[in-house]
C-alpha cells in the first residue's frame, strides 16, 4: 500500500493551495480517506474525511467553509482545496485511510499513512 500526497508548498495568507494523495496497493474505493495535519510542537489533528462513495464528509471546525475535500474513484485519488489560507495552517499535511463505513477522526483508526506535505502560510 501506498500513499502519495503532494501539492504543499509556500503561500500568502489568504491565498489557497491544493493537495493530493494518490493511493496504490487497496480498494480505494471502498476505503475512508482521510487528512491530517501536525504543526511543529503540536499534536496531529484530524482535517478532513471523506467515505468511499463521497456522500459523508467531516471537517474540523477550524476549516470549514475554507477547506474542501473531495475523491476521485477512477483515479484513485484524494484531494482537499484549501482556501482562505491562515499561518494557523502551516503545518505538515498527510493523507491516511482506513476501512469500514464511518469516518472517524481518530488517527489510531486509520492503518496507513501517507509521508506528509509541508505548507507553510506566511502572514
Known amino acids: 500500500v501506498q500513499l502519495q500526497a503532494s501539492g504543499g508548498g509556500l503561500v500568502q495568507a489568504g491565498g489557497s493551495l491544493r493537495l493530493s494523495c494518490a493511493a496504490s496497493?487497496?480498494?480505494?474505493?471502498?476505503?475512508?480517506m482521510g487528512w491530517f495535519r501536525q504543526a511543529p510542537g503540536k499534536e496531529r489533528e484530524f482535517v478532513a474525511g471523506i467515505s468511499s462513495t463521497g456522500s459523508t464528509i467531516y471537517y474540523t471546525d477550524s476549516v470549514k467553509g475554507r477547506f474542501t475535500i473531495s475523491r476521485d474513484n477512477a483515479e484513485n485519488t484524494v484531494f482537499l482545496q484549501m482556501n482562505s489560507l491562515k499561518p494557523e495552517d502551516t503545518a505538515v499535511y498527510s493523507c491516511?485511510?482506513?476501512?469500514?463505513?464511518?469516518?472517524?477522526?481518530?488517527?489510531?483508526?486509520?492503518?496507513?499513512w501517507g509521508q506528509g506535505t509541508l505548507v507553510t502560510v506566511s502572514s
Open positions: 491516511a485511510t482506513c476501512p469500514g463505513v464511518l469516518v472517524l477522526r481518530f488517527a489510531s483508526a486509520y492503518d496507513y
Open positions: 496497493g487497496l480498494p480505494f474505493g471502498r476505503r475512508i
